[in-house]
């Protein structure tokens, strides 16, 4: 037991900054704590505590205004949430900027709201690892999380896999239906959201666009993502918005949200595994086919305690293998 992770569970809010900071720290001893201490939090919150949100999207598509709007939204019926705002880009800048506006917003002052930004820093595990104990830390101590990301490709499968509704924001005059399909948005997100309604007809002829492609593609039969029309900057379909989240939510059900998290923590733990000790390393485990294994036996497992054994393991393996040649 860590001390934090009461704390966190009790919704102390005073741990949420120490938790936070502890889980990027990346000296060996503290490392080792937070381990721990998020192993502890996977455990007990399970497939529970608070509903994660994913917002991802271009840049300047309006993720944090609609963000903003959302958190407003929670604030009004006195839910908390927490935030965090993934910027792969702010490497220089050390990362501070994607939180400011919603900060500047909803209210610096505001105890029922946390802002977390996360810049790509060299994290040993990769920046999805961080944002994913980010998230878990969060959930244990706030009503809603919310994560705000830059993802195009590639990255939305990990903030997927992070997250229990993925939301894509576009923008109108984003692009024509071959340029989504190429762009690979159309698989992954839950709800689209074409963001700046005000502006008039483009947004409109965005929103068929992608509603087009959505028809196109194999889909859960359970859930058709719908395409919403809003504009954050006017307070304008928001209400539309939270009703669809929640609609998301129920569509889900229980099952689909534990086959939803279980499927994020298999993610990460090959994910960290390779980022870790490469394919060297999963090679010491016995492959992926091993690995795989692992993971379907494990099932309730926590990610961040199975990342931890399976290191255990790949470097006892490479170890023995370095003492005995
Ligand atoms: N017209 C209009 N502008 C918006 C709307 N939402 C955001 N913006 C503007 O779009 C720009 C980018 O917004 P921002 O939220 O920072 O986008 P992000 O990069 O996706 O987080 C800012 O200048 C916002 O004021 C909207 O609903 N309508
Ligand atoms: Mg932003």
Redesign the pocket.
Known sequence: MTELGPRLLARDRSAVAPALNLVDDRRPAARREAAVLLAELEAKIGRGGAPRIGLT??????????LDALVRRRRAVDETVGVIAVDPSSRRTGGAL?GD?IRVRSGAGDPGVFIRSMAARDQLGGLAEATRAGVLVLSAAFDWVLV?T?GVGQSEGEVADLVDTLVF?AQPGAGDLLQFMKAGILELPDVFVV?????GAAAERTRRELEAGLGLGERDAKWTPPVLA?????GIGIDALDDTLAAHRRALGAEGLAARRSRGRDAAVRAGLVARYGSFGLEALGGTEALERRLAAAPGEPGFALLETLGNEIRAALGDRAAGS
């Open positions: 999207g271009a840049p300047g598509a309006g993720k944090s205004t609609l994607l506006r705000e830059v924001v963001n700046k309604a005000d502006v809003v504009s954050a900057r006017d």
